[in-house]
């Protein structure tokens, strides 16, 4: 078997982005990230439009558009920047939503609509995995925690 063949088939340049690992500065992945997660919202906003409620439209945004958002970037750790930019996505659907250009609007609609922010939800996920990951008996974890 040809191992440029091999390569060929599976794309390191797209595993490497898919995965979030790639170039600190890779704007060109947050961004197609973020061309995913405004599809999926035009196609739900598109398909339900304005016949149903605010708390249906936001529940099928979360279903739909964040894992979409979300995906792959849980394996690296991100900049704030990159952070912000996930966030921003979802706070402009949030303005367009409800008719506003005010951030303080914004935030009490995530809270009333109990709606996380894709850096809180990045939070939560990787302290998850790091409690999971410590409790289990895992040579390179006792190494790391030796070293720190």
């Known amino acids: 078997m040809d191992f440029v063949n091999l390569f060929h088939v599976v794309d390191c340049d797209d595993f490497v982005h898919s995965t979030g690992c790639g170039n600190k500065k890779d704007p060109l992945r947050l961004r197609k990230m973020h061309y995913r997660c405004s599809g999926s919202a035009n196609a739900v906003v598109g398909k339900i439009g304005g016949r149903s409620s605010e708390d249906v439209i936001l529940q099928l945004i979360h ?14 750790p991100l900049r704030l920047s990159a952070n912000n930019s996930l966030d921003f996505v979802i706070n402009r659907f949030f303005m367009t939503l409800f008719k506003t250009n005010n951030l303080e609007t914004v935030t009490y609609c995530h809270m009333q609509f109990n709606f996380d922010l894709p850096s809180t939800i990045l939070k939560k996920r990787s302290d998850v995995f790091a409690r999971k990951y410590g409790l ?4 390179f974890y006792t190494l790391v925690v030796n070293l720190a």
Do not use: Q, R, T
């Not at 279903?63 to 690296?76: D, H, I, N, R």
């Open 63 to 76: 279903s739909k558009c964040m894992p979409a958002l979300l995906y792959g970037v849980e394996a690296c």
């Open 136 to 139: 289990c008996n895992n040579v």
